[in-house]
Every structure is written in structure tokens, then in C-alpha cells.
């Protein structure tokens, strides 16, 4: 088997794969801000990243997996002044939901998941400690990063001082010692969210948010940093800066990795552009597991562009493999070894959409010769990437939120009655409720003296 690669964003380049310790991998993504229902595009560093857990949890012996929860934000200040609910109450609701939606997407609970609320002590002595080694200051109850005293600012997202200043067109606060300083507290006004510090009352910046955390659970140097595209530049490169200095230059982590944007119509599917689709919603339309492998189609860096049209695809594609598996003979006990091409397409960076094509070909190879090792395959395949999770009976028998139709319970006892018209030898009976299931897009099965159904 080959060697895990991954493209590092601070080379620009694929590099093997090697642990700062091989008995525990450790790995930070930035999690959620708590404020409202995630989108689609939310769901795809979940979904890249639980399969990279996933991918490393089969080849270590442990993995570390923490992903954060913002719950102290402008956004989510704003929401509470907006409907009138304590933020506790939308961070809570907000954080359940979120929960909820990437569990119907398969994603495993990362092993932690700390708040930014709960680890205020940590930031502020974060932020102490950057005052006193003369890389922050206090000014006018805020306290600022000071950009400048860093020499090496900006190797991840490769912006210089000099772009950056020409580029902070907004006017600068008059607190700044330099225009590209960032805030690393800021003060609270009574009637808004804060914590007793010594600069006063006030909140973290969001940044030092992830620099405090990861601290507090990974330790100063760790494996791998994962997130979005968009958080490159700042608050990844500001997380560096705010734990570089504090760490005494030591890295923040060895390996960085970004996804690349979910797009509709090619632009990046976000709350500001109202173009999104959120995760609750496309439940409704299409099960979880079509959700998830419409995420995986494209190669994690890659733009992957969204339609409905993609997501029907997804899952009719799925579909067919539960069928394969349905028409498959009962399982093999021992464990099934994933097939080559399969995993390494895996460890080369990721790369999804060959380990799908490979499924594609396990699920002829599985239509030709139905037997239980060819069906554990696919099935071991299936759980490496989050996928063919469910009964193929159940599978089968999904329907759209909102749709007409019978019910379960109405099918089966549609069924009980044909079987008494049968045992009553009333065929024309029991080919009058054949017909009728089917013209509602019910299809019965009989074998073996059982009889299944599906939805077609
Ligand atoms: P946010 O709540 O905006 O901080 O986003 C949470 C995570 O989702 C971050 O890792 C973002 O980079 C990521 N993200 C937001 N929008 C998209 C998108 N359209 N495509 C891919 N990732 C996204
Ligand atoms: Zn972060």
C-alpha cells in the first residue's frame, strides 16, 4: 500500500504524509459559528474532513479529531438583538441542529468539540502572553495584535505587508498602531455579551478563539489544520501569528489543508449571496447518504459546483448499489481488506471521486457474481466514505418529506391482505392489489413465501 499524501497549503504542494507522533495523530478544523441552520457549503469541510478521520483511523492506531463551536460572535449578537432570544438559547438550538444534520450525513462527532465560551481563561492568557513578549497591545479597551512585530506574517497565505496595507481601503480605527493590526479582544457594552478582563469587560476576537483551543487540546504543535478556502486568509494565517509568537515560533501545525468552495452556478454558495440550500431543507428532498455523496463526487480541492439535478443523481446512483447489495447473498462474517485501487486513491490526497469510480466497478463485479465477500467489499468500502450505512430494505423505501402516497403502515397492510386473498385463492384480489401499489410507484417483491416492497 502506499503512503498517505496530502497537498499541504503552505508548500502549494502534495507532500507524504509523515505524523509528528504515529501513536496519535492530531487534527484541528474550524468549526461552526452557532447562529442559524448550516448550508450546503457548511457541510463540506465536515464531509472532507470525516473522511480524512476516517482514512487516518484505519492506518494509525489513534486520531485526535477536534472540530470547535463558535458561540461568541457579532453574528450571533446580532441574532439575538434581532429576535429577541438570549444567545444561549440560539447557541443551544443552533448547536443540536447541527448536530443533527451532519449525523443524517454520516459525519462521526469529532472527539472534541470545545466552545469558545468555555475556554475564555485560555484566550485571555493567550493574549497576556503576546502583550508581554511585545507582539500585542492594549489600546483603547481593545487589544490588538501588532502585525509588524511578526518578520515571517503571511507564509501560509503568502500576502505581504504591502498588498496588505494598499489594500485596507476602510478607514483605519485610530487605536491601530499599524492599519494591518487585528483585534484580539474587544470591549462589551452592558447590555451586550462579555467576560471580566484585564483590558474590562469584553470578547475574544474570533481568531484567537482557534489559537486558545487548539492549545488547550492539541498541544502547541499538532499534525493537521483543515477548513474552508475562504479561511486562509485571515483567520488562518492569524491563528498562526497569534500562536507562532505566543509558542516561541514553534509551528501551529505541520500540514494545512483548505476545501474548495461548494458553488451554485459557479458562485460560492453563502449566506450573503441568499444563494443556499440548507442542510435541514435537501433532507427533505433527498436522503442524507445522497447528500454526502454528491459531496464527494468532486475532489475536495476542487470547486464542486451544486443543483438539484446532482443531488438526483447521487441518489440514484445509490440506489443502484443498495440494489446490488439487496440482490447480494447473506454476509461473509470475517471482515472484508478494502480493494487496492480503493484506498489509494483515498491516500492520494483524497481523492474521492476515483475511490467512487472504483465502487463503481466493485458494484459490477458485485451484479455479476452476487456472493458475500464481493457484498463485504462493497460494504467496507461504503463505510470508508460514510456511505451504504442503512438497511437496503429501509433504503428502499425512502421517500420525499411532503410526499403523497401511501405509508409504510398502509403498504403493509395492503400487502397482509393480498397475501389472505392469495392463501383464499382469490387471485384476481391479489393481482388488484398488486396493480394498485404499482400504479402509486410501490413495488412488491415475493420470495422465499416473504414478500418485500420498494419505492421506485
Ligand atoms: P462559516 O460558518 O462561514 O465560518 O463556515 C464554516 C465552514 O464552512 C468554514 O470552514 C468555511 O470555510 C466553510 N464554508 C462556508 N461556505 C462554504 C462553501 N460555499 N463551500 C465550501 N465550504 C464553505
Ligand atoms: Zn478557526
Same mark, same amino acid.
Given at each position: 500500500?502506499?503512503?498517505?499524501?496530502?497537498?499541504?497549503?503552505?508548500?502549494?504542494?502534495?507532500?507524504?504524509?509523515?505524523?509528528?507522533?504515529?501513536?496519535?495523530?492530531?487534527?484541528?478544523?474550524?468549526?461552526?459559528?452557532?447562529?442559524?441552520?448550516?448550508?450546503?457549503?457548511?457541510?463540506?469541510?465536515?464531509?472532507?474532513?470525516?473522511?480524512?478521520?476516517?482514512?487516518?483511523?484505519?492506518?494509525?492506531?489513534?486520531?485526535?479529531?477536534?472540530?470547535?463551536?463558535?458561540?461568541?460572535?457579532?453574528?450571533?449578537?446580532?441574532?439575538?438583538?434581532?429576535?429577541?432570544?438570549?444567545?444561549?438559547?440560539?447557541?443551544?438550538?443552533?448547536?443540536?441542529?447541527?448536530?443533527?444534520?451532519?449525523?443524517?450525513?454520516?459525519?462521526?462527532?469529532?472527539?472534541?468539540?470545545?466552545?469558545?465560551?468555555?475556554?475564555?481563561?485560555?484566550?485571555?492568557?493567550?493574549?497576556?502572553?503576546?502583550?508581554?513578549?511585545?507582539?500585542?497591545?492594549?489600546?483603547?479597551?481593545?487589544?490588538?495584535?501588532?502585525?509588524?512585530?511578526?518578520?515571517?506574517?503571511?507564509?501560509?497565505?503568502?500576502?505581504?505587508?504591502?498588498?496588505?496595507?494598499?489594500?485596507?481601503?476602510?478607514?483605519?480605527?485610530?487605536?491601530?498602531?499599524?492599519?494591518?493590526?487585528?483585534?484580539?479582544?474587544?470591549?462589551?457594552?452592558?447590555?451586550?455579551?462579555?467576560?471580566?478582563?484585564?483590558?474590562?469587560?469584553?470578547?475574544?476576537?474570533?481568531?484567537?478563539?482557534?489559537?486558545?483551543?487548539?492549545?488547550?487540546?492539541?498541544?502547541?504543535?499538532?499534525?493537521?489544520?483543515?477548513?474552508?478556502?475562504?479561511?486562509?486568509?485571515?483567520?488562518?494565517?492569524?491563528?498562526?501569528?497569534?500562536?507562532?509568537?505566543?509558542?516561541?515560533?514553534? @509551528? /501551529? *501545525?505541520?500540514?494545512? $489543508? !483548505?476545501?474548495?468552495?461548494?458553488?451554485? =452556478?459557479? %458562485?460560492?454558495?453563502?449566506?450573503?449571496?441568499?444563494?443556499?440550500?440548507?442542510?435541514?431543507?435537501?433532507?427533505?428532498?433527498?436522503?442524507?447518504?445522497?447528500?454526502?455523496?454528491?459531496?464527494?463526487?468532486?475532489?475536495?480541492?476542487?470547486?464542486?459546483?451544486?443543483?438539484?439535478?446532482?443531488?438526483?443523481?447521487?441518489?440514484?446512483?445509490?440506489?443502484?448499489?443498495?440494489?446490488?447489495?439487496?440482490?447480494?447473498?447473506?454476509?461473509?462474517?470475517?471482515?472484508?481488506?478494502?480493494?487496492?485501487?480503493?484506498?489509494?486513491?483515498?491516500?492520494?490526497?483524497?481523492?474521492? @471521486? /476515483? *475511490?467512487?469510480?472504483? $465502487? !463503481?466497478?466493485?458494484?459490477?463485479?458485485? =451484479?455479476? %457474481?452476487?456472493?458475500?465477500?464481493?457484498?463485504?467489499?462493497?460494504?467496507?468500502?461504503?463505510?470508508?466514505?460514510?456511505?451504504?450505512?442503512?438497511?437496503?430494505?429501509?433504503?428502499?423505501?425512502?421517500?420525499?418529506?411532503?410526499?403523497?402516497?401511501?405509508?409504510?403502515?398502509?403498504?403493509?397492510?395492503?400487502?397482509?391482505?393480498?397475501?389472505?386473498?392469495?392463501?383464499?385463492?382469490?387471485?384476481?384480489?391479489?393481482?388488484?392489489?398488486?396493480?394498485?401499489?404499482?400504479?402509486?410507484?410501490?413495488?412488491?417483491?415475493?420470495?422465499?413465501?416473504?414478500?418485500?416492497?420498494?419505492?421506485?
Amino acid at each position: 500500500m502506499n503512503d498517505l499524501h496530502i497537498h499541504n497549503t503552505l508548500s502549494r504542494q502534495k507532500e507524504k504524509f509523515e505524523p509528528l507522533d504515529p501513536a496519535n495523530i492530531r487534527m484541528y478544523v474550524c468549526g461552526p459559528t452557532v447562529y442559524d441552520f448550516a448550508h450546503l457549503g457548511n457541510a463540506r469541510p465536515v464531509v472532507v474532513f470525516d473522511t480524512l478521520n476516517r482514512l487516518l483511523r484505519r492506518h494509525y492506531p489513534k486520531v485526535t479529531y477536534v472540530r470547535n463551536i463558535t458561540d461568541v460572535d457579532d453574528k450571533i449578537m446580532a441574532k439575538a438583538k434581532e429576535t429577541g432570544e438570549p444567545i444561549d438559547t440560539i447557541t443551544a438550538r443552533t448547536t443540536q441542529a447541527f448536530h443533527d444534520d451532519m449525523g443524517a450525513l454520516n459525519a462521526l462527532p469529532p472527539d472534541i468539540e470545545p466552545r469558545a465560551t468555555q475556554h475564555i481563561p485560555q484566550m485571555i492568557a493567550m493574549i497576556e502572553t503576546l502583550i508581554k513578549k511585545k507582539h500585542a497591545y492594549a489600546a483603547d479597551g481593545h487589544v490588538l495584535f501588532n502585525v509588524p512585530s511578526m518578520k515571517n506574517y503571511g507564509e501560509l497565505s503568502r500576502i505581504t505587508h504591502d498588498n496588505l496595507v494598499a489594500g485596507s481601503r476602510v478607514e483605519v480605527a485610530p487605536y491601530k498602531k499599524d492599519p494591518t493590526d487585528f483585534v484580539l479582544w474587544k470591549p462589551s457594552s452592558p447590555e451586550q455579551v462579555g467576560w471580566d478582563s484585564p483590558w474590562g469587560r469584553g470578547r475574544p476576537g474570533w481568531h484567537i478563539e482557534c489559537s486558545a483551543m487548539s492549545e488547550a487540546h492539541l498541544g502547541t504543535t499538532f499534525d493537521i489544520h483543515g477548513g474552508g478556502l475562504d479561511l486562509i486568509f485571515p483567520h488562518h494565517e492569524n491563528e498562526i501569528a497569534q500562536s507562532r509568537c505566543s509558542h516561541n515560533g514553534a @509551528p /501551529l *501545525a505541520k500540514y494545512w $489543508m !483548505h476545501n474548495g468552495f461548494l458553488t451554485i =452556478n459557479s %458562485d460560492k454558495m453563502s449566506k450573503s449571496l441568499k444563494n443556499f440550500f440548507t442542510v435541514r431543507e435537501l433532507l427533505a428532498v433527498a436522503p442524507g447518504e445522497a447528500l454526502r455523496l454528491a459531496l464527494l463526487s468532486g475532489h475536495y480541492r476542487q470547486p464542486l459546483d451544486f443543483s438539484l439535478e446532482a443531488l438526483q443523481t447521487a441518489k440514484a446512483t445509490l440506489d443502484k448499489w443498495y440494489g446490488a447489495l439487496r440482490n447480494a447473498s447473506a454476509m461473509q462474517t470475517e471482515p472484508a481488506t478494502l480493494p487496492r485501487a480503493f484506498e489509494e486513491a483515498l491516500l492520494d490526497d483524497l481523492n474521492t @471521486p /476515483l *475511490a467512487i469510480a472504483a $465502487m !463503481h466497478e466493485m458494484v459490477n463485479e458485485l =451484479n455479476r %457474481d452476487p456472493s458475500p465477500a464481493l457484498k463485504a467489499q462493497l460494504l467496507a468500502a461504503g463505510g470508508a466514505l460514510g456511505l451504504l450505512r442503512e438497511e437496503p430494505e429501509l433504503w428502499s423505501r425512502w421517500k420525499p418529506a411532503g410526499q403523497s402516497g401511501p405509508t409504510d403502515a398502509e403498504i403493509q397492510a395492503q400487502i397482509e391482505a393480498r397475501l389472505a386473498a392469495r392463501k383464499a385463492k382469490n387471485y384476481a384480489e391479489s393481482d388488484r392489489i398488486r396493480d394498485a401499489l404499482a400504479a402509486q410507484g410501490i413495488i412488491l417483491e415475493d420470495s422465499a413465501g416473504n414478500t418485500t416492497w420498494r419505492r421506485n
